[in-house]
């Protein structure tokens, strides 16, 4: 599958990149740009589907009919109220598009976990999900075009859960509002195998969300193993803007992302494979506002690894995960119970960060590993290049913090500290393992 219609996958461009989180994405797909792709093409409001673009009338139903193999789906601008998860495995070739549509979620009266036991909505908080781990979806998936309204009082569930087993396009999608019921965050998109390739692109997620003790949600769980906290505070883990799966492989690409305020990871992308994050905007996150690894169970595709002479390799500019073209600021804490943040954290296998501009204006209390840094390595790193970047550290912070041994090198890195004493060379704004050093500057002195 080629990416055409307006679809392109595009270039790194530090010009592009903007520490203005307001920047808007578009949430309108042409049908015509993808309908050559199908066999059918179905607007989900007229017969016999019939769902109801006003919004007072639930559309269940409506997508059960509509969802068919080699299928192109289409909704028209409107409001689109869902009662209970769409959930599609065994199905293939399917695009799911809208054009300015409104996805919102009945009303949540009570809340536990990620589970809605009282209200119009009822059962598990995922909106669209589609595929599993064990059987991902088959051929093509088309989906994007939709705001998803968390606006109101109560609202925020994962809008789509996609596990890809061929080609997915997922763009052109808003998350409008603050995410507060305290739940699965916006989004999890993951490639299950070596071939396999997902673009997710142009995606506003901007208002971020909220910690579950600050919601109606009543979880008590602190740990994966369901241990209680003695406080009932416990940890946010899953309220995450996007994530990845642990049993990822081939390659993700996730670009023009605009990712803010969440009490857990920003763009979590951390799986297996292959992770490319490529002109996003990313702020003031729990844990990290950029993470990511790599593994090198995928191969070359079309899309990204052709060379000139026609030829698949692994060793062009995106051999290895990347982060590039991205800017992540933190200048607040989000609530939670998180005191520190990571602006892109490289947690393991091999990467380069790249043309990546940070600034760090909010002092934690804490320092070191466990404190503010604009680029960390974690221990599973075997290899980390950073180049090309700058930072800007308003507020007593570390500009690279290392928790390996392995290969790391920073190269042409320009780090400006302003308003307290930093020091006088780069090493001074370092921590942990000591990397080596190309052309990297502190207010100008190396």
Same mark, same amino acid.
């Given at each position: 599958?080629?990416?055409?219609?307006?679809?392109? #996958?595009?270039?790194?461009?530090?010009?592009?990149?903007?520490?203005?989180?307001?920047?808007?994405?578009? %949430?309108?797909?042409?049908?015509?740009?993808?309908?050559?792709?199908?066999?059918?093409?179905?607007?989900?409001?007229?017969?016999?589907?019939?769902?109801?673009?006003?919004?007072?009338?639930?559309?269940?139903?409506?997508?059960?009919?509509?969802?068919?193999?080699?299928?192109?789906?289409?909704?028209?601008?409107?409001?689109?109220?869902? %009662?209970?998860?769409?959930?599609?495995?065994?199905?293939?070739?399917?695009?799911?598009?809208?054009?300015?549509?409104?996805?919102?979620?009945?009303?949540?009266?009570?809340?536990?976990?990620?589970? @809605?036991?009282?209200?119009?909505?009822?059962?598990?908080?995922?909106?669209?999900?589609?595929?599993?781990?064990?059987?991902?979806?088959?051929?093509?998936?088309?989906?994007?075009?939709?705001?998803?309204?968390?606006?109101?009082?109560?609202?925020?569930?994962?809008?789509?859960?996609?596990?890809?087993?061929?080609?997915?396009?997922?763009?052109?999608?808003?998350? *409008?509002?603050?995410?507060?019921?305290?739940?699965?965050?916006?989004?999890?998109? /993951?490639?299950?195998?070596?071939?396999?390739?997902?673009?997710?692109?142009?995606?506003?997620?901007?208002?971020?969300?909220?910690?579950?003790?600050?919601?109606?949600?009543?979880?008590? %769980?602190?740990?994966?193993?369901?241990?209680?906290?003695?406080?009932?505070?416990?940890?946010?883990?899953?309220?995450?803007?996007?994530?990845?799966?642990?049993?990822?492989?081939?390659?993700? #690409?996730?670009? *023009? @992302?605009?990712?803010?305020?969440?009490?857990?990871?920003?763009?979590? @992308?951390?799986?297996?494979?292959?992770?490319?994050?490529?002109? !996003?905007?990313?702020?003031?996150?729990?844990?990290?506002?950029?993470?990511?690894?790599?593994?090198?169970?995928?191969?070359?595709?079309?899309?990204?690894?052709?060379?000139?002479?026609?030829?698949? %390799?692994?060793?062009?500019?995106?051999?290895?995960?990347? =982060?590039?073209?991205?800017?992540?600021?933190?200048?607040?804490?989000?609530?939670? =119970?998180?005191?520190?943040?990571? &602006?892109?954290?490289?947690?393991?296998?091999?990467?380069?960060?790249?043309? !990546?501009?940070?600034?760090?204006?909010?002092?934690?209390? &804490?320092?070191?590993?466990?404190?503010?840094?604009?680029?960390?390595?974690?221990?599973?790193?075997?290899?980390?290049?950073?180049? *090309? !970047?700058?930072?800007?550290?308003?507020?007593?912070?570390?500009?690279?913090?290392?928790?390996?041994? /392995?290969?790391?090198?920073?190269?042409?890195?320009?780090?400006? /500290?302003?308003?307290?004493?930093?020091?006088? &060379?780069?090493?001074?704004?370092?921590?942990?393992?000591?990397?080596? #050093?190309?052309?990297?500057?502190?207010?100008?002195?190396?």
């Amino acid at each position: 599958m080629t990416f055409d219609g307006g679809s392109s #996958l595009g270039e790194a461009n530090p010009a592009n990149a903007t520490s203005n989180i307001d920047t808007e994405v578009s %949430t309108a797909i042409d049908p015509a740009a993808y309908e050559d792709r199908f066999s059918e093409v179905v607007d989900i409001t007229d017969d016999p589907y019939g769902a109801d673009p006003s919004g007072e009338d639930p559309i269940d139903e409506a997508l059960m009919l509509a969802w068919e193999d080699d299928t192109l789906i289409v909704f028209p601008q409107g409001q689109y109220k869902m %009662t209970q998860s769409f959930r599609r495995t065994g199905w293939r070739d399917v695009g799911l598009i809208g054009q300015n549509a409104v996805i919102r979620h009945g009303d949540v009266e009570t809340i536990r976990g990620h589970t @809605v036991d009282e209200g119009e909505y009822r059962g598990g908080t995922m909106l669209f999900q589609i595929g599993t781990a064990n059987q991902p979806h088959q051929g093509e998936l088309i989906f994007g075009g939709f705001v998803f309204d968390w606006a109101r009082e109560n609202a925020g569930m994962r809008g789509l859960y996609a596990m890809i087993g061929d080609r997915a396009e997922i763009r052109n999608i808003a998350f *409008n509002g603050v995410h507060d019921l305290g739940t699965h965050g916006n989004m999890r998109v /993951a490639t299950m195998a070596p071939d396999a390739f997902a673009l997710v692109d142009s995606i506003d997620m901007s208002g971020g969300g909220m910690h579950y003790t600050d919601t109606i949600n009543t979880r008590e %769980t602190e740990n994966y193993d369901e241990s209680i906290s003695e406080g009932g505070f416990g940890q946010s883990w899953s309220t995450t803007g996007i994530a990845g799966h642990p049993s990822m492989s081939g390659t993700a #690409l996730f670009q *023009n @992302v605009i990712c803010g305020p969440w009490p857990d990871n920003g763009l979590y @992308v951390q799986g297996g494979g292959r992770q490319i994050v490529r002109n !996003c905007i990313a702020s003031n996150s729990g844990t990290s506002n950029i993470r990511f690894n790599h593994t090198d169970d995928w191969e070359p595709i079309p899309e990204i690894d052709e060379n000139e002479e026609g030829e698949l %390799t692994r060793d062009g500019p995106y051999g290895q995960s990347t =982060v590039e073209g991205s800017v992540v600021l933190i200048d607040r804490m989000p609530p939670g =119970v998180h005191d520190a943040q990571r &602006s892109i954290w490289h947690y393991a296998g091999e990467g380069v960060i790249r043309d !990546c501009k940070i600034t760090i204006a909010h002092e934690s209390e &804490s320092g070191g590993a466990a404190g503010n840094f604009a680029i960390g390595t974690r221990s599973g790193v075997t290899e980390s290049i950073i180049e *090309n !970047c700058r930072i800007s550290l308003l507020e007593p912070a570390d500009a690279f913090y290392s928790g390996t041994s /392995a290969p790391v090198t920073l190269r042409d890195v320009d780090i400006v /500290a302003e308003g307290w004493d930093a020091g006088s &060379s780069p090493a001074s704004v370092m921590g942990g393992q000591t990397p080596s #050093l190309e052309s990297v500057t502190l207010n100008g002195s190396s």
